[in-house]
Structures are given as structure tokens and as C-alpha cells.
């Protein structure tokens, strides 16, 4: 398949609504967006790379979608709403026109469900492995935006849904917070946010860090997934290890006023009553990670996860 024919084919398939699109994937070397209306712009990038983060038999649909979500969460988890986005493709030769197509209506799948306007990229051909980049645009939500560096002591710390064992599948399909960080927002001040990426205890620490905090996390507390519960049986690791280590859960590390939690707890079910929303802990004004039983005794938690090695 040339160049060519994957641009006239993703001209072709990408249906574009969003009026502030002036101009959009096509002939033209940019996209031209009427940003008039906003006096915030966010954005962020995400890259996946071939035998880094998927392989040659996970589908090719299904790297489309986690390369839109990936980039996306990252401004749902700072209170923004994504509108645009661009993807830069790196194709290894050889893949063929099957491949490609499958990788686009992934990607479009998922950017039609949250609403976004693919609007332009690239497109490559290499000899070495698959890579994609994918930069998406858009606006704060009302209340935000929210950043990582804000979290305060006594705060309390949430997390939107389980965490743990994401490898079994979930981390092909990431769910995209928008709705539930929009929820947070209209409930109360959301002091400080990201979306888990890189196992729990690192992305807190990484929180905690930028705030110039610390946090006390109840082992009790923090929701396991039934795919982390699965997965201890095989790996020798605890179920609880898997939720603090284990990376790509794409959930809601949340910081807001402990004052505040009663009511978000009471009033969450009304918003989105199939997305769990839990007390893990709390922001403490000594710099350090404790990791507390149910006994009350306390053990250091080690910011450990998922890193890459340069």
C-alpha cells in the first residue's frame, strides 16, 4: 500500500463535524483550527513502540485504540477535554494494506467514542519497528485544568476503578476517565491528578514529588482488579503487589479536601454509578510513601512500577 493510497483512504473514511476544523486531514501540510473560542489550549503526546509496548500478535485495531486512549487520558487526568489530534506513523515494511486500515479503524474507533477530530500526521515507512505518535489537543473542563504539583497534606487520595494485572488484556482496551474526572470537577476542588500509568506506588511518589508531599496509602483499601487476582496465581506476586507495581491500569490517582470526600462518596453513584471511586489514603506533610496494614503497622513504600532504561 503506498503513502498515497493510506492518506486518500483515511481522507475517505474520517468523517469530520467539529466546525472549529477549518481544515483537516488532507492535501494541505497542517491542520487549521478556529481556536477563538478557548483561552487555554492543552496538550500532550503519547508514543507506542513495536516490542515495547505491543507486539506482532496483538491486532492491529487494537494498537490503534490504545494509541488515541493513551494520549487522551493523559488530558482527561488534567481536567481537560480532548478535541483534536494528530498521528505520526512509522510503518515497518512489509505490513501490508490489511494492517494498515485495521490500525486506522482503531484509531478512529476510539477518537469517534470520545468525540475527537483527527485532523492531520505523518506517515513513514522503516525497516526497523512499528512506532506511533499520537498528540492530542484540546480544553480545560470547568474546574480545571488540574495538575500533578498540587496536592495538599490531609488530603485524601482516590483511585477510579481496580488496579493490578492490566497485562491480561485490559491494557489493549484503556478506558479514558473523561467522564469521571468531568464528575470530580462538578463535585468538588480537585487539588491534584493523574492517570496510572506506571503502577501506583511509582505514579504516587511521582505525584508527591511535584507537590512536595507525602502519602499513607491503607493496603486494605486499594481495590484489587479480578485480573490482578488471577494474575498472583501464576506470578508468585500478591495480588496487592501486582495493583501497586504493575503498569497501563490508566485509572484516576486523585487528591481533593478530605472535608470534601463525604459528599463526593455520597453523591458518586448518581454520576456514574459503574465506576467504583475509593479512599486509599492520605497526603501526609512528611516526604515519604508509607504503606499502612490492617493492623496499623506501617512499611515504606518504594516508588517501584514500570520505568524505561536509556
Not at 483527527?118 to 515507512?125: I, K, R
Not at 479514558?176 to 462538578?186: D, G, T
Amino acid at each position: 500500500m503506498s503513502e498515497h493510497s493510506l492518506i486518500a483512504w483515511l481522507r475517505n473514511r474520517i468523517q469530520i463535524t467539529d466546525p472549529a476544523v477549518l481544515t483537516g486531514v488532507g492535501p494541505d501540510d497542517c491542520a487549521i483550527l478556529d481556536a477563538s473560542a478557548m483561552n487555554r489550549l492543552a496538550i500532550s503526546t503519547d508514543m507506542l513502540v513495536e516490542g515495547t509496548h505491543f507486539d506482532q500478535n496483538i491486532p492491529a485495531q487494537a494498537i490503534g485504540f490504545k494509541a488515541m486512549a493513551a494520549a487522551a487520558s493523559d488530558l482527561a487526568a488534567s481536567g481537560c477535554r480532548p478535541r483534536w489530534a494528530l498521528c505520526a506513523l512509522g510503518l515497518r515494511r512489509g505490513l501490508g494494506t490489511h494492517w494498515a486500515r485495521e490500525f486506522g479503524e482503531g484509531l478512529i474507533s476510539c477518537a469517534e467514542d470520545l468525540d475527537i477530530s483527527l485532523v492531520g500526521g505523518d506517515t513513514t515507512s522503516t525497516d526497523g519497528p512499528v512506532s506511533i505518535c499520537v498528540t492530542v489537543c484540546g480544553q480545560p473542563l470547568a474546574g480545571g485544568p488540574v495538575t500533578r504539583g498540587n496536592a495538599k497534606p490531609g488530603d485524601a487520595i482516590l483511585v477510579t476503578g481496580s488496579l493490578g494485572g492490566s497485562i491480561q488484556g485490559r491494557h489493549l482496551r484503556p478506558v479514558v476517565r473523561l467522564q469521571e474526572i468531568e464528575a470530580l470537577l462538578n463535585l468538588a476542588q480537585v487539588n491534584a491528578c493523574m492517570d496510572i500509568t506506571d503502577g501506583l506506588a511509582l505514579d504516587l511518589w511521582r505525584m508527591m514529588q511535584e507537590s512536595s508531599t507525602g502519602a499513607i496509602l491503607e493496603a486494605e483499601a486499594i481495590p484489587l482488579s479480578p485480573a490482578a487476582l488471577d494474575l498472583s496465581k501464576e506470578s508468585g506476586k500478591s495480588p496487592l503487589e501486582h495493583a501497586l507495581r504493575d503498569g497501563e491500569d490508566f485509572e484516576l490517582l486523585v487528591c481533593l479536601q478530605q472535608d470534601d470526600w463525604p459528599e463526593v462518596a455520597g453523591k458518586w453513584p448518581e454520576f456514574l454509578p459503574n465506576t467504583p471511586l475509593t479512599r486509599i489514603g492520605e497526603v501526609t506533610s512528611e516526604k515519604s510513601l508509607w504503606l499502612a496494614g490492617k493492623d496499623g503497622q506501617r512499611q515504606e513504600l518504594l516508588p517501584q512500577g514500570y520505568e524505561h532504561d536509556f
